[in-house]
């Protein structure tokens, strides 16, 4: 019935996109009413990308219809209105691109290593082995197995029907309707070759009613009509925003405002990275970090109330907002493997690892020896993603006016909108088959948490008449925020982190370029501070680590923008340079593009978005770890420290791009190889 009912909503949710885009065409204008009591506007857009090497990556349309309705006045009650925002969109790349991000995108692919666990032979049996003959590998190379070996040499990924582990561990059938070495892509490949690849896997690519491998349920777990129409979805995202708004008027001339329902709350003043801007979360699947936040918040169903002081005797101005929301949680959506865009390229993983998990899945050099290791299922990866139930994310700002000062004094109680990895979960042990699951320290089993985190903080903005600028500043403080980190049995550590941007905005005239009209030059600094960060160079037993251990996340960084926007022909003709560049990552991106205002109607932006810099870094990658002792020992210390084997220890340091370098490199160090052009065209009325 479920399933019958979420079909209907998306045929629905089809038929209204539609019909809503033809009625909005066969209008084409706005709407007043007579007494001025209904308005509504819109646009119908078509937003186009294309990058090197997969082609189309974006044919985006949408329809969008905003409205205010004014009501009567009711008891104490004044300034009633509602108003709302519904949004459809189609994006055809799933059905234009279907070979790279649709049904039929992915392929067989291969390691460039030896095939089979071949180093398991020699290990002996585990005392808690099931009784019987020593296991002794007898297993042809996978190219043997599978087919010939690719033209650079090494073994083909099997994800094979039968597990080589012990001469026959089943793998659950699941791969046998997908065709097992099929629909297929490696994580990272995007990024770079893997000549320092780290931990390297396959992801299915597929949408998840072609291919629900690695599909985690109610996170990431998208269809390609969920794809193709994301406001279409049990979340009712078409209705993207719809709230109702009054004010209770006091005797003492202060107000006491309401807006309850979806909504926006911006608390931020800065573009691309929020620093207070935290309580909505994100869809960064749209185009990562680089559309308008007011295009990819989610709106929530939030109750807003705001108590206005007006002027008192020591603030111009002077508000208490308080914020509840009571919709049921939602996080950031960072693209599901196998989407366009999915930053930092964590979707690509989290699909990978819950395959692993669910299915078993084959892993390119783990531990250190340089082969294509299987694994059986519930041994490494994914398991589930807990999303929070409560509905207890409250919030409170203090807004006010103090000697041409604005300012904000922000606290929100909120739960994690990024997902955090807790190892630590029951998994089993692939040398001891048969034997229940539990807890091995520093072994690649998860679950995803979204950790409940507090945020103080506040911000202030000023005018310079000697400068001609304007300056914002904001800070935000959280404590609860977690991050990887290969020191702790569990793979995480919690750390208190330091956030802070400064801004600055200012028009200027260039007369070499335009005599009539100034630029607007805006520049911001972005910065982040972990208080508990972690690095070692020696392991959990005392060992000197190849490279450091810890947290991959830098303790310090900075990130730095640039906007150059000019305006020509009456403000019709609009080019403008988007700069950002991650001080740490040693890269960004660089964007100019132009658009022209043909009327008031129609408006034509066409542009290009360039990344550039040192791409992907190297960090641990734990597959030096010893989780299985005496098995999973490292062959430096089973050879000058052997009683040090018998026990679990932290990773060595050896390290490579996947998985955890990801988070050095940054966003823009992770799509270093995703330069594009877009155009896009839209009807406004």
């Known amino acids: ?33 007579e007494d001025r009591t209904l308005e509504s506007r819109g646009f119908i857009e078509n937003v186009t990308h294309t990058r090197d090497g997969p082609g189309l990556t974006k044919f985006r349309n949408t329809a969008q219809l905003e409205f205010t309705k004014s009501l009567e006045s009711s008891g104490r009650f004044s300034g009633i209105s509602l108003s709302g925002i519904f949004r459809g969109t189609y994006d055809a790349v799933y059905d234009l691109n279907d070979d790279e991000f649709g049904d039929q995108s992915g392929r067989r692919v291969s390691f460039p290593a030896p095939g089979n666990p071949a180093f398991l032979a020699s290990q002996p049996p585990p005392p808690t082995a099931p009784p019987g003959p020593p296991f002794v590998s007898t297993q042809p190379g996978y190219a043997e197995l599978f087919g010939p070996p690719p033209p650079a040499g090494g073994g083909a990924l099997p994800l094979p029907a039968v597990n080589p582990l012990f001469g026959g561990t089943p793998i659950a059938p699941n791969h046998a309707p997908f065709g097992g070495n099929q629909g297929l892509k490696l994580v990272g490949e995007d990024v770079h070759n893997f000549e320092n690849g780290g931990v390297v896997l396959a992801y299915p690519s597929r949408p998840c009613d072609t291919d629900s491998r690695g599909c985690i349920d109610d996170y990431l777990d998208f269809d390609a009509d969920e794809l193709k129409y994301p406001e279409f979805n049990d979340r009712y995202d078409f209705i993207r925003e719809l709230f109702l708004d009054a004010t209770m008027q006091f005797e003492n001339g202060r107000e006491l405002g309401f807006r309850v329902g979806r909504q926006q709350v911006v608390w931020g003043r800065t573009d691309l990275f929020r620093v207070l801007d935290v309580v909505n979360p994100v869809d960064f699947s749209r185009h990562n970090i680089f559309d308008e936040l007011e295009d990819i918040r989610y709106p929530m169903g939030i109750v807003n109330a705001e108590y206005r002081f007006g002027a008192t005797r020591a603030f111009d101005d002077l508000n208490v907002q308080l914020l509840w929301k009571f919709e049921k949680f939602r996080p950031h959506n960072l693209g599901q493997g196998g989407q366009p865009y999915a930053i930092l390229g964590a979707g690509n993983f989290f699909r990978a690892m819950n395959t692993c998990w669910e299915l078993g899945c084959t892993v390119w050099n783990f531990p250190t020896t340089g082969l294509a290791v299987d694994f059986p299922a519930n041994t490494i990866g994914i398991r589930q993603a807990n999303l929070p139930e409560t509905l207890d994310e409250v919030g409170i700002r203090v807004e006010g006016l103090y000697r041409s000062v604005g300012f904000s004094l922000n606290a929100l109680h909120y739960y994690s909108q990024l997902p955090s990895l807790h190892g630590g979960i029951p998994s089993d042990n692939p040398f001891t088959p048969g034997v229940e699951s539990t807890f091995f320290p520093y072994s690649l089993a998860w679950d995803i948490e979204f950790p409940s985190v507090y945020l103080v903080g506040g911000s202030a903005d000023l005018y310079s008449e000697k400068l001609k600028s304007a300056f ?20 995480f550590s919690e750390s208190d982190v330091l956030r802070w941007v400064i801004g600055w905005d200012r028009p200027t005239f260039i007369p070499a370029l ?9 520049a911001q600094l972005f ?18 680590t190849v490279a450091p251990i810890g947290i991959p996340d830098w303790e310090n960084n900075y990130v730095f923008t640039l906007l150059i926007q000019g305006n020509y022909l009456n403000d019709r003709l609009t080019p403008q340079i988007i700069s950002a560049y991650d001080f740490k990552a040693g890269a960004g991106a660089f964007a100019p593009s132009i658009s022209w205002k043909r009327n008031n109607n129609w408006v034509i932006t066409a542009g290009f978005n360039i990344k550039f810099g040192d791409g992907t870094h190297a960090f641990d990658d734990n597959r030096s770890a010893n989780p299985y002792p005496p098995f999973s020992c490292a062959p430096p210390v089973a050879a000058s420290a052997p009683a040090a084997c018998q026990s679990s220890f932290s990773s060595l340091g050896v390290n490579g791009f996947e998985p955890l370098g990801r988070f050095r490199a940054g966003p823009f160090g992770n ?15």
């Open 527 to 544: 910065g982040q501070h972990l208080l508990d960060h972690q690095l070692a160079r020696v392991n959990s037993i005392g060992i000197p």
């Open 1 to 33: 019935m479920s399933t019958t009912w979420s079909r209907c909503k998306k045929r629905v949710g089809q038929w209204l996109l539609i019909s809503v885009a033809g009625a909005l065409w066969s209008v084409a204008h706005a709407y007043t009413s």
């Open 514 to 522: 335009n005599t009539n009209r100034a630029f607007l030059l805006s």
């Open 472 to 491: 914002r500043v904001e800070l935000a403080y959280t404590s609860g925020e977690e991050f990887p980190n290969s020191i702790e049995e569990r793979l």
């Open 671 to 685: 799509a270093i190889n995703e330069d594009e052009f877009q155009i896009s065209i839209r009807y406004q009325f």
